[in-house]
Each structure stands twice: as C-alpha cells, then as structure tokens.
C-alpha cells in the first residue's frame, strides 16, 4: 500500500485508529472457547463489526506465537482474511524483529511477501545493515521503534548522545538509509510532549502510536503536536476495545469503542481543516 | 538449565562451542528436500553427528518463521528432538525478541516455557520492563544483545552516552535488574579487542559469541581477552559447519568442521589450565 492511498482511506473514512489485534483466550468471550479456531473466531468477529471506523488493524505477534502452531495458523488466518475481504485497511506486523542482514531478510520475506502484512514494526539496536532488507520491499512499509510507549524507555532511549537523545539519533540516522521514505516509527502517546521535537526531525513521516487508552495516553495532546497536513498519525488501541466486554455481544461492545475514538478523531480532523 | 552445570558440561567436553542451526533450505543437501520434514530431517542429522562435540545449538527463529507453519512445526520437533535425547545441551532460541511487559511475558512463556529452550535471546532498546518478564524463569537464561557482529553495531551501540558506548551502559544498567544473575550477553567476535573493557563490567556472565568463522571473527583473539575462570564463553559457528557440503556426507563433513573448533577450544582451555 502507497502512503497516498493510507492518506486517502485516513479522509474518506475520518479516523486514523489502529486497532491492535492482541489476542489473549484468558480474555475473550467464553463461548469463543468451543469453536475450533477461537483466536480468528475472535479476531474475525472484530474485524466484520469494526473495519468501517479503522484504517488499520496491528496483531502483535508474540500473542500469537505463544499459542504455537495453532497461533501461526490463527495469524495467518486472519491476515488472508483481511487481504481478501479488506485490501483497503492498511495492516502492520507488530513483530519488533531486527537481526543481521540475511537473517532480517528472512523476516522480511516472512512477514511482507509470504505472510503478506503491509508493514512490520522492527528494533533499531542493530544498526543499518539490520533494518534495510525489511526496507527494499515496494510499498511495504517498515515501522521503526523510536519512543516508546512503556517505562523501560528512559533506560535508553532517552539517554543522551552527542546532547540529543538516542530515540532522536534513531530518526536521524535512518532517514539516510536506503528507501527510508518508506520508514514509519513507533512513538508512544505516554509523552505527548516529545511529538513536537520528533516533528522537526520527521516532519512527513507516519507515526505510529500505541498507548492511547490502556496506556493512559491522550488523543488530543497527540494530535496538537503530532499532526502533520497529512494527518501522519495512526493511532493504535488494544486492550480498551478489543476487551470492551467478554459477552456475547463483545464485538459491538468493541465497535461502540472504536466508534468513540472515530468521531473523536473525525472532530480533531474538522477542526484542524478549519484552521489550516 | 543451571550455569553450573553448563560449565561442567563445558569441562567434560573440552568445547565450548555452540552451532548455529539455521536452516536454509536453497543451501542443505538436494536428496533431504524429498522427505516430509527437511528442515527437521537435517537438524537431526546435524545433531546425530555433533552432540558429542558441542554444549549448546542455537536455531534463530527468522529461518524457521521464514517458512510459516512449516517451519514452527520443525523448529518444535527441533528442540523436543533435543530435549528429549539432549536435556545435557544448552538449547537457546535466538529470537531478539523485546516488547512491553505484558508482551514481553507472552514471548518469554512461548520459547522458555512451551517450547522449552534454555534461554532466548533479546533486544536491549525497550529497557527494562522488557526484559524483566524473560528473567522471571527459574534455570532459564536470558541473552541480551550488547555488541552484535555487524556493521550496523556502529550505527548506535557504539555511541558514547556519558562518556561510554551505549552497549556499556546496557550492561551496567542490565546488572541492577531483578534476577540479574541469569543475564547472559551476545558480543560479536567480529571485535575481539572490545572483550578486555566488556569483562570488566561483567566479569562472571557468559557471552554468547557470534561471528567466528563465516562472519570473520578469531577465536583465539576472542579467548584471549573473553574469557573468565569458569570460561564464560560459548561460541557460535552457524554456516561454516552445517553447511561445509551439501552433499550425502553433509553431517558427516559438519563433524569436521565442529571438531577443528572443539580440539582448537580443548588446546586453548589445556593451556589455560597450566597457565593459571
């Protein structure tokens, strides 16, 4: 998928919510139990009551790997699912992988071409050589970590090097590699504040946001600092709508969810084609 | 598995080597792609023929998610293979996995618990709430990259943060975290020089040492500077050995090659011994 197809899914449908498909069967409805795939059960259930409000869906892969074989199969279940019946939602391996050069290139090919996800979100510590084979797939998109969203952030990526800190090397450094215009980077919404710098250094680039609702980060202060013309945020929730309720009606709970987020973002989009 | 009885494993075979099992099916013998499982059948072969010679094997999980389902079914008969006929070896899913809390436990329960590795490796970048959840499994091991053997190394680990490379502060910060003791940490041989200054930080952890043989790395350079009174070293060697043919002898001339590293290890703890 081309960023300008993103960006246009992103108007047509007023909203940039990404919804974070992190399956955990200790958590999803009972009844889901007895079927005989309940991961994609679930998943499909979701999908079907929530893709007319998201431009995005992001299953992390560890929630499916550790279920095993019978995750692997209920992931790929579910990205074919949402390659056939969807191809307008733009969809993001949540892997957080990154090796040395031949061994990324097999992730890559895992995830982009045989599993046939739009984007892969990938680790930056290795440097260069372990981020490019993610980036030489054509319209496929490779979704750096930069800031994140959890605790563990300030041990290093706020640390400072040459009086900048290191998450801001990351987006320095890897705007010079190769087909970096298809990079995109993970920056947490816990710390709204830091948009504002991260945009003088990516002003174009999407950003991809997790931590909005369970994670207590607030969508107003992310789009007053984040926002670019093309909107450039995609803004990810699991747990607050997937989880909406664990009853027979937890799908349309999900929706009324995701709906809040939508007409909050659809308000955030009027308001800001009013200023501009 | 414990550190203690690792060493004692190490002392008993006089090696203190590790192989890689990366699995690549373009380069394993022609005659194994016509049986059911070839990724399996050459592990096994592999296995058969270098256990006596090894204390550990590491498969990276990037080959095996390379070929989907296919390949988790192989890497789990790979390690039940292992942990059944082996439960002396040192098995390690090198994974670089590292995500949120919550995530990270996910990750932690597939390798070190369902499948039943030794110890899995992860990436540092997240800090350590991303860490915390794999060191939470009594007997079992966490490798966290610090220095890794390629290029892009230099792109941040080697960045100073407070007059020190940031793969040293990932080490220094690493010790204060909560079961500390079962960190183990990957430094690429590719940089033999650089083990002088790591050994002072972390005097007593095993490294997980990548990059002798096809990646360049010298092993007696690497000793020399890394290791410690227990030996504190294992020694990866991926495709120089299991692909040295790809013919009907290819376990065979895998041995070889296993073995030239084994009598170089056993030469270099003999004198190590008589030096002390």
Redesign the interface.
């Known amino acids: 998928m081309t960023n300008d197809f993103l960006i246009s899914e992103i108007r047509k449908k007023d909203s940039f919510l990404c919804i974070g498909l992190?399956v955990d069967l200790n958590k999803i409805p009972k009844h889901l139990l007895e079927v005989e795939d309940p991961i994609f059960a679930f998943n499909k259930a979701i999908i079907d009551a929530t893709n007319h409000l998201v431009v995005a869906y992001k299953p992390?892969t560890?929630?499916y790997?550790?279920y095993?074989?019978k995750g692997?199969?209920a992931l790929?279940k579910t990205i074919d699912y949402l390659n056939i019946n969807h191809p307008e939602i733009f969809t993001i391996a949540d892997a957080?992988?990154?090796?040395?050069?031949n061994?990324?290139a097999?992730?890559a090919?895992?995830f982009l071409e045989?599993?046939g996800f739009d984007a892969v979100t990938v680790?930056?510590?290795?440097?260069?050589?372990?981020?490019e084979p993610f980036l030489s797939f054509k319209e496929k998109h490779t979704i750096l970590?930069a800031l994140?969203?959890?605790?563990?952030?300030?041990?290093?990526?706020t640390?400072?090097?040459?009086n900048e800190e290191?998450y801001k090397?990351?987006l320095k450094?890897s705007k010079s590699w190769e087909y970096s215009d298809q990079l995109m980077y993970v920056v947490g919404a816990t710390k709204a504040e830091y948009f504002k710098e991260i945009r003088k250094i990516v002003p174009n680039s999407f950003l991809l946001v997790p931590g909005v609702g369970a994670?207590g980060g607030n969508l107003q202060n992310v789009c007053k600092y984040g926002m670019n013309e093309d909107v450039g945020l995609l803004i990810n929730s699991s747990r607050g709508i997937i989880y909406a309720s664990n009853q027979l009606d937890f799908a349309e709970a999900a929706a009324c969810e995701a709906e809040v987020l939508q007409k909050q973002m659809k308000a955030i989009l009027y308001e800001n084609s009013h200023s501009v």
Chains 1, 2 share one sequence.
């Open positions: 992190d992390n560890a929630f790997e550790a095993g074989i692997w199969k790929k957080k992988r990154g090796d040395i050069g061994t990324s097999m992730y090919k895992a045989d599993l680790a930056p510590y290795m440097g260069k050589d372990s981020v970590l994140t969203s959890n605790k563990g952030a300030f041990d290093f990526q640390q400072i090097i040459d290191l090397q990351v450094t994670q």
